[in-house]
């Protein structure tokens, strides 16, 4: 037989003995895997807040975190070195855009957040509750928005390139200044990170870009009394758009955001610190949330409607393009469950059925 094909999706019905046993099968991995992931993730030992050990205890921290090896990202040799000067040549004219923040949580009673520490944490919950963007406003100039442009040889829409994730860093920082473009959340393996963009419209006077970025943020004030050494907040992932008046020389419009059409868009992981039996293990507690909205923007569209694009491509296949850059797995040619026999018959392939807790193409699972 040829190679293997993955299917998914849960079958509207089952009515032969094949999906019988394969759904029967899905339910039972699905049951052993949340068994080990609560035994995973279950609190161990009592806590140590004593503050004389604290800083023994946040070094030790920072030393595993260290050490933790991301998943690697799907780049393939097509994918070009991105810009990285100081000032893109198509920015030839200075200008300064505002920029507006906005970060919006769902709203949750806080008694549902970290259920299984009722009143040791609800200044944590009160933290993921509360969350606003730390500057609502801040100009940018033609140096900073350089650093999403593509090199010079990219010409064709649908080309990708590479951004500096610490660029892109520098805008994120206007949620809340300890931003990572590097997860360190314990309990799960981190990554992949970086940071990605795709040329998808391109006309004699703008150019239309995409790009995807990773990152994440240490919400914990770093206070003796705060009752956890880390509250991670990772989002899903972020997407972006920015748009170049190549006659002007100028950014007519960027936005960058934290899509919203899924239940949950963000993972939390609150470590609330070493404990001592057994040694040096973590006592890590996650929460999957989100946020209503969590979006950067500026500049206009205005007057863009009636551009004729001369090479472009759909914002669907873009944002498809970005996200098997960082997940090879998206390479794969998924079917809906109750179409799986019918296919594997037609391609002589075996089913190869998996199971997935939560989502696979982002970092809020």
Known sequence: MEELTLFSNIPERTDTIVQRKILISLLLVAVCGGIFYGTYERPRGKSVRDKSVRA????????????RVPVPNNRSADVLDG??????????????MEVKASWDAASVKMSDLLSSRPAQLDEVRRLLVEVRAAVPTKSYSERDFSGFLPPDNVKAAGQIWDLDPERVAVFLKQFHPAVS??????????????AFAVLRGVS????????????????APKADDFPALYVWY??????????VNRSAGTVEYFQLSVPTDEVMNIHSTVWVGLNDHPPHTHDALHQHLRADRMELVG????GLDGVHWEDQIETSQALDKLAKVFY???????????KALATARAQHKP???????????????
């Open 328 to 338: 090879k797995f998206k390479e794969i040619d998924f079917v809906p469950f109750p």
């Open 83 to 96: 810009y990285r000067g100081e000032i893109h040549p198509l920015l030839f004219r200075h200008a300064e």
């Open 299 to 302: 500049g206009s569209l205005q």
């Open 204 to 219: 004699s006077s703008y150019l239309d870009i995409a790009f995807r970025a990773h990152a994440e943020f240490d919400l």
């Open 181 to 194: 473009a590097h997860s360190a959340s314990v309990g799960r393996r981190p990554g992949p990170d970086g």
């Open 351 to 365: 089913i190869f059925a998996v199971v997935a807790l939560g989502a696979l193409d982002d970092q809020g699972c």
């Open 234 to 243: 990772t989002p899903a992932y972020f997407l972006g758009r920015i748009v």
């Open 56 to 67: 023994v205890r946040v070094e030790q921290a920072e030393l595993e975190l260290s050490q």
